[in-house]
């Protein structure tokens, strides 16, 4: 594996994307007067049916004594709009192959989208997670407000102290947890990470979404699913420190660790299917402004969808069945 390579300041970098992927993009995340967010608003953008999570002071009374069937108003969010972003900054970010870390593809990512939004005064904030979360970014709009984050993004988290027999890991539910206490007004939320934590972010997730408008943008490498011919090896875990020295020339080591990562990768699919959030993927060889027109069409979708998927997938409907000529 290439060694990694160093973080672009964010100055210099924020300059590159205003150049390379910020101009194409100003005007598509959002319009002049409208957001492709829906929820809190004055301006009535849909009607679908209830569900059960839905807050009972949108139901349409009209509509709903019309068909029988409990209704909701959507609304067009007000063009003022909150953005936060979750981050996850812990040891496995830090880690990618090509020398591109997902901690660099994240800080774009989040450079970009950032300035997209505080460009039309919109105000953007963050709480940041390393060992635990240790910075809130307070909502604020401007340039100077998105090179803050970025800095603070590169900047090293401060140590934690750890008891002589315990390692703690990521605990991801920690900052879906702080999120739930600190974002005061309903918001466009980006969860950053790559979800490698210790088990229970999935019922924090949920509840999240449940409020808010929820973009689970999840980083990857490709090195984490398929391990390479590497002879005798030393791996350590980047957060616990915990190493194990391994055959990677074993074809059936390499098997089995292949085997191992499809059933994490299906696990995690699943639990972020089920949580009502979008789901974004991020892996470290791919193309940003690609990745930004897909979450674009994403959100696109999801404005011209009558029954959003921002619920989680037990409680959807399932749609009807319907037949073909022949």
């Known amino acids: ?3 990694a390579a160093a973080l672009t300041p964010p100055d210099q970098l924020l300059r590159q994307l205003e150049f390379t992927v910020i101009r194409k993009l100003d005007g598509l995340l959002q319009g002049d007067y409208r957001t492709l967010w829906r929820g809190a608003g004055v301006d009535l953008a849909d009607l679908r049916e209830y569900q059960a999570h ?3 002071r949108h139901i349409d009374w009209n509509v709903t004594a019309r068909v029988q069937t409990p209704h909701v108003r959507q609304f067009h969010e007000d063009r003022d709009m909150n953005a936060w972003f979750l981050l996850d900054l812990s040891g496995s970010v830090d880690f990618g192959s ?10 774009r990512f989040v450079a970009a989208l950032a300035r997209v939004i505080t460009r039309h005064g919109n105000r953007v904030g ?3 997670y390393g060992q635990r979360v240790h910075g809130v970014l307070p909502a604020r709009t401007g340039r100077l407000h998105v090179l803050e984050l970025l800095q603070r993004m590169q900047a090293p988290a401060p140590a934690t102290p ?3 027999d315990e390692t703690r890991g990521t605990r991801l539910a920690e900052l879906l947890h702080a999120a739930e206490g600190s974002i005061p007004r309903r918001s466009v939320v980006f969860v950053v990470s790559d979800f490698i934590s210790q088990p229970g972010w999935a019922p924090a997730l949920g509840r999240l979404a449940r409020r808010h408008d929820v973009v689970a ?4 490498d490709p090195l984490e699913m398929d391990l390479p011919d590497a002879g005798l090896v030393t791996l350590q875990d980047a957060e616990t420190g915990e190493q194990l020295f391994v055959d990677a020339s074993s074809p059936a080591f390499r098997a089995r660790y292949a085997e191992l990562a499809e059933e994490q990768e299906a696990a995690l699919r699943t639990q972020l299917a089920t949580s009502g959030a979008d789901v974004l993927e991020l892996a470290t ?3 940003l402004l690609d990745v930004l027109m897909r979450f674009a069409d994403l959100r696109k979708q999801r404005a011209r969808l009558k029954t959003p998927r921002r619920f989680p997938a037990t409680l959807q409907r399932a749609a009807p069945l319907t037949e073909t000529a022949t």
């Not at 090509?98 to 660099?104: C, E, I, R, S």
């Open 285 to 287: 060889d791919d193309d």
């Open 162 to 164: 750890k008891a002589a």
């Open 217 to 220: 943008v999840r980083l990857w």
């Open 54 to 56: 839905d807050d009972v």
């Open 126 to 128: 963050a709480l940041l």
């Open 1 to 3: 594996m290439a060694e």
């Open 98 to 107: 090509a020398g591109v870390t997902k901690l660099a593809v994240a800080t």
